[in-house]
């Protein structure tokens, strides 16, 4: 027992290093301070009427009425009312504050996969930290793309269960695998899911071909089942979130396909059955030479709104302008940095691996001799030429237009992660050769001569590009400006129009982007000399292997550090006072919270209203922020409410429009035109399909008739019979139910002012279900019959509450299968112990 103990304190002393490393790096967030996360504030916005429900109701609902109309939670927020599933997760974050959690998390599953492929407690802290600490990930979590983050550090803990199934620890490895790719999906960061499945698929096919050149077909079939039935048990544990993003997909802009002929724009031009457009999915594309920042992060600048410091020459042009000190401080902290291939749309900063994690890798492509180098160098390659999207189209528009699913997925540089994990555990590995005594020295000294040589060399090349480089990315395009024309024409916007003043800025910002180049590419020259001399000293001079594994596990944490410090620091926290700032309501707003009746749709024009979640904050916004809106609607924004149509707001209850006033600040005006939350019409006008419902909206009087597709007249039996005394009243809108009452002397129709979604929404007269159709192209309607009524409208997508049945029975055999594994494992070391003892 005690030699038991003995062998398991390095790893709690490395688990513990690693605790604490991240506790250090964030150490704001243990003060009680939180980050201030760009993307999460349009997130808290979307979210905020489904958050009030929840504290009222202990769940949040399935259906939010606060942007687009209304459309389901799933993409947003979802949970089920059993949360057990919790329990882990919460066990191994020990609790800890964002993001000290998740890096935590992140660190200790790619440890485990590290101490799975043999590493001993100092590699395998290596390994977490190359991995977590690799920058996209401070730059992700800072942004506030956590869901990201969180599938990020499940994914080593995957691979490590596949480990262990392929090396015949059956049991073990499957609960393994299943658990940590159960959380994984769970994150609900569908790219990333993908990316892995990717990733999986280049083992699976690499294991197929070692274990035929072995010989081994039972382990391979046996192998297979089981990663099988893993990811099995995994889909199923995860259920209810994938069948109802799969039922949403069908009617949203990711994977549903407009009813509509396209217009005739370059958006559309490009559009696949089913998927995003190709212009904006490959928006964000990875240069080719920028691929480079792998290794030197800011040869092309860094963030689109970095940081300069007083020596810069922008700082020296502001000063000599006259601006204050203060307010010069203040703009160099927010400068437009970048000038790589993503100016257009702007990015957070490069993905840097680490020079000395690419050092250790170079060296390993020489050196290692396991199989597993040979799927770690194709994922490699694969993530990268995925990242370059647009600028090589000949692999990646064939990905798009003929992959299964890939079509639904935007940003490629994002396929950097996969190269992020892949030379994590090719350093590891590199260092498992080295200290592992079976490459004689003589080898190793020529290998790592050679590998000198190679990081010299691209280093010269990298250095000599920016011999030629002019550090700019304008386009002198009016009709696509670069990001640096954008930045220009600001620059002359806040100087009155001098355009010599933002001239001289602009050259000012050329050279600091310039030294940012020269200094990064002399820095990694500095630390590749510190790993190079080390590696010498340990071969030639026999240095000791705790000191050589030391030494390069401090130079790639202050390496990895001191980038990842320049995108998340101690600026980026706030104190939980500051961080409600974005949502002061404003005069406008206030005006608007003080109408009695909450339920109507306000339409904010002085942001950009199909880009902004801030509204839904206050209001249900006709707008809103969503990647993914329902297809429907976004085809009423495009051809009615981006052109105004007041028939069309009418209609969708748009009780109030925000406009700036003569002061610039946002002013309230009320439209007493809006048609409420139900009416009858006069008449119904039949459409021959979609096209013609869609044009007819163009003109026509939404309070007095409705458009409805012929495919609808099963639906409703008989034309109106106009009362003019009917009522029709809204009781009460829950999200999940919405109830009317009406009264009617004869029988009428009634458009109700609720988006249309087929894939749960049921409606009842009296109790009983009954059919309704899809009007005015967006909204729901249905024939009432005389009399007085109770009208109900209920979500209740089977999709939901069948698979949080199928979720929660998978969930408990894969704890059953876990534990086995483990008191599997643990019979078989004790028997293992028995027998080295009686030996």
């Known amino acids: 027992m005690i030699k038991r103990l003995k062998s398991l304190l390095p790893h709690a002393i490395a688990i513990l290093a690693l605790l604490l490393l991240s506790i250090i790096y964030c150490r704001p967030a243990m003060n009680g301070k939180i980050l201030s996360q760009s993307d999460n504030v349009q997130?808290?916005?979307?979210?905020?009427?489904?958050?009030?429900?929840?504290?009222?109701?202990?769940?949040?609902?399935?259906?939010?009425?606060?942007?687009?109309?209304?459309?389901?939670?799933?993409?947003?927020?979802?949970?089920?009312?059993?949360?057990?599933?919790?329990?882990?997760?919460?066990?191994?974050?020990?609790?800890?504050?964002?993001?000290?959690?998740?890096?935590?998390?992140?660190?200790?599953?790619?440890?485990?996969?590290?101490?799975?492929?043999?590493?001993?407690?100092?590699?395998?802290?290596?390994?977490?930290?190359a991995y977590t600490y690799a920058s996209y990930s401070p730059i992700i979590i800072v942004t506030g793309h956590e869901t990201k983050m969180l599938a990020m550090a499940y994914m080593p803990a995957v691979i490590a269960g596949l480990i262990l199934i392929i090396r015949q620890r059956y049991l073990l490895g499957t609960g393994i695998m299943a658990l940590a790719l159960t959380y994984l999906i769970g994150a609900n960061h569908l790219q990333i899911t993908y990316y892995f499945f990717l990733i999986l698929g280049v083992i699976g096919v690499a294991y197929a071909v070692y274990?035929?050149?072995?010989?081994?077909?039972?382990?391979?079939?046996?192998?297979?089942?089981?990663?099988?039935?893993?990811?099995?048990?995994?889909?199923?544990?995860?259920?209810?979130?994938?069948?109802?993003?799969?039922?949403?997909?069908?009617?949203?802009?990711?994977?549903?396909?407009?009813?509509?002929?396209?217009?005739?724009?370059?958006?559309?031009?490009?559009?696949?059955?089913?998927?995003?457009?190709?212009?904006?999915?490959?928006?964000?594309?990875?240069?080719?030479?920028?691929?480079?920042?792998?290794?030197?992060p800011d040869i092309y600048g860094g963030s689109s709104s970095g940081s300069l410091s007083k020596d810069s020459e922008t700082f020296k042009k502001l000063s000599a302008m006259g601006v204050p000190e203060n307010q010069s401080e203040q703009l160099i902290k927010h400068w437009n940095l970048y000038w790589g291939d993503q100016s257009v749309l702007g990015t957070s900063g490069p993905v840097y691996l680490g020079i000395v994690i690419c050092m250790l890798v170079l060296l390993g492509l020489f050196i290692i001799r396991?199989?597993?180098?040979?799927?770690?160098?194709?994922?490699?390659?694969?993530?990268?030429?995925?990242?370059?999207?647009?600028?090589?189209?000949?692999?990646?528009?064939?990905?798009?237009?003929?992959?299964?699913?890939?079509?639904?997925?935007?940003?490629?540089?994002?396929?950097?992660?996969?190269?992020?994990?892949?030379?994590?555990?090719?350093?590891?590995?590199?260092?498992?050769?080295l200290i592992g005594g079976k490459i004689t020295k003589e080898v190793l000294m020529k290998k790592l001569k050679w590998t000198g040589l190679i990081m010299a060399g691209l280093l010269v090349i990298i250095y000599a590009a920016s011999l030629s480089a002019n550090y700019t990315n304008a386009t002198h395009d009016p009709q696509n400006p670069g990001g640096d024309d954008r930045f220009q024409s600001e620059l002359t916007q806040m100087l009155q129009g001098n355009t010599q003043l933002s001239g001289e800025l602009m050259s000012a910002l050329y050279a600091d982007r310039e030294q940012l180049y020269h200094h990064d590419v002399w820095r990694a020259a500095f630390f590749a000399g510190l790993v190079f001399l080390l590696l010498w000293f340990f071969l030639k001079k026999g240095f000791n292997t705790t000191y050589l594994l030391a030494g390069i596990g401090i130079l790639a944490t202050i390496d990895l550090l001191q980038v990842d410090s320049r995108y998340l620091n101690s600026e980026s926290f706030m104190d939980e006072s500051n961080y409600s700032r974005p949502f002061q309501a404003s005069a406008a707003d206030q005006q608007i919270l003080q109408d009695k009746d909450p339920h109507y749709r306000v339409f904010n024009l002085t942001a950009h209203p199909f880009d902004d979640a801030m509204t839904s904050y206050f209001h249900k916004s006709?707008?809103?922020?969503?990647?993914?809106?329902?297809?429907?609607?976004?085809?009423?924004?495009?051809?009615?409410?981006?052109?105004?149509?007041?028939?069309?707001?009418?209609?969708?209850?748009?009780?109030?429009?925000?406009?700036?006033?003569?002061?610039?600040?946002?002013?309230?005006?009320?439209?007493?035109?809006?048609?409420?939350?139900?009416?009858?019409?006069?008449?119904?006008v039949w459409a021959k399909n979609a096209e013609e419902e869609m044009s007819m909206l163009d003109h026509m009087n939404t309070r007095d008739s409705v458009v409805i597709d012929g495919r609808y007249k099963n639906t409703v039996s008989s034309e109106p019979v106009y009362d003019s005394t009917a009522t029709i009243s809204l009781i009460a809108n829950n999200l999940n139910e919405i109830s009317?009452?009406?009264?009617?002397?004869?029988?009428?129709?009634?458009?109700?002012?609720?988006?249309?979604?087929?894939?749960?929404?049921?409606?009842?007269?009296?109790?009983?279900?009954?059919?309704?159709?899809?009007?005015?192209y967006a909204l729901r309607g249905m024939p009432v019959p005389a009399g007085k009524h109770t009208i109900l409208f209920r979500f209740e997508p089977a999709a939901y509450y069948t698979g949080m049945k199928l979720s929660i029975g998978s969930y408990l055999v894969m704890l059953l299968l876990l534990t086995g594994g483990i008191v599997l494992n643990f019979r078989m070391n004790k028997v293992n112990e028995e027998k080295s003892k009686s030996v």
């Open 370 to 433: 396991s199989w597993h180098k040979w799927w770690l160098i194709a994922i490699s390659v694969l993530g990268i030429v995925l990242a370059w999207g647009s600028n090589f189209p000949a692999f990646n528009y064939f990905m798009f237009d003929h992959f299964p699913l890939y079509n639904k997925f935007r940003a490629p540089s994002q396929a950097l992660i996969i190269p992020q994990f892949s030379f994590a555990i090719l350093a590891v590995l590199t260092l498992q050769e």
């Open 740 to 776: 009317y009452n009406s009264n009617t002397v004869s029988p009428q129709f009634a458009v109700f002012s609720e988006v249309y979604y087929s894939q749960g929404w049921k409606a009842y007269v009296d109790g009983t279900e009954v059919p309704y159709a899809r009007v005015n």
């Open 43 to 129: 997130w808290q916005g979307m979210a905020k009427e489904a958050m009030d429900y929840k504290q009222a109701h202990g769940i949040t609902p399935l259906w939010t009425t606060s942007m687009f109309g209304g459309m389901p939670t799933y993409q947003i927020a979802l949970e089920t009312p059993y949360d057990f599933v919790n329990y882990i997760p919460a066990i191994l974050t020990l609790g800890l504050p964002k993001p000290v959690n998740v890096l935590f998390l992140s660190a200790i599953c790619f440890y485990l996969l590290c101490i799975t492929l043999g590493a001993n407690p100092w590699l395998g802290f290596l390994g977490a930290v």
């Open 622 to 684: 006709v707008g809103g922020y969503h990647a993914a809106k329902l297809q429907l609607y976004a085809d009423l924004i495009e051809r009615q409410i981006s052109r105004n149509n007041l028939q069309v707001l009418n209609m969708l209850n748009t009780k109030y429009v925000i406009v700036p006033g003569a002061d610039g600040q946002p002013v309230a005006q009320r439209n007493p035109e809006a048609l409420g939350n139900a009416w009858f019409v006069k008449q119904i």
């Open 211 to 296: 274990s035929i050149l072995q010989k081994q077909y039972k382990e391979l079939i046996i192998g297979g089942l089981a990663v099988l039935l893993a990811v099995g048990l995994a889909l199923a544990t995860n259920a209810v979130s994938l069948w109802t993003t799969y039922e949403y997909s069908k009617e949203s802009t990711r994977g549903g396909t407009s009813e509509l002929t396209p217009l005739p724009t370059a958006a559309t031009a490009d559009k696949p059955q089913g998927g995003l457009e190709r212009s904006y999915a490959f928006a964000w594309s990875y240069g080719k030479f920028e691929s480079f920042t792998l290794l030197v």
